[in-house]
């Protein structure tokens, strides 16, 4: 499976973003797998921001976005999302998505399957 995230770039602080993974390649379909949504700001370690399970019925959330993004899939298009609204300048970092669950929900080390990442600046 090869993931490739998409739709990042450079906001103002309040400004919107949505993010897309699109999932490719042989195996398993995609919608059979749980997916993640995971960053890395400069100087830390990757965190979770979000996760939902291959039916797209259960999501989990890190609290630092909670009420501000959106995580959905679109099994059909083998892609899934991660709509941010009310961005901060804490949010930058670069975005990856995740896919596969080996682990817990929000454990960095909990997917089998890892796309490139995509960049999020948000200016003040």
């Known amino acids: 499976v090869q993931l490739q995230a998409s739709g990042g770039g450079l906001v103002q602080a309040g400004d919107s973003l949505r993010l897309s993974c699109l999932a490719s390649?042989?195996?398993?379909?995609?919608?059979?797998?749980?997916m993640g949504w995971f960053r890395q700001a400069p100087g830390k370690d990757r965190e979770f921001v979000a996760a939902i399970s291959w039916g797209g019925g259960s999501t989990y959330y890190a609290d630092s976005v909670k009420g501000r993004f959106t995580i959905s899939r679109e099994n059909a298009k083998n892609t899934a999302y991660l709509q941010m609204n009310s961005l901060k300048p804490e949010d930058t970092a670069i975005y990856y998505c995740a896919a596969r669950r080996i682990g817990g929900y929000t454990d960095v080390r909990g997917y089998r399957y890892w796309g490139r990442g995509t960049l999020v600046t948000v200016s003040s």
């Open positions: 390649g042989s195996g398993r379909p995609i919608s059979t797998h749980d």
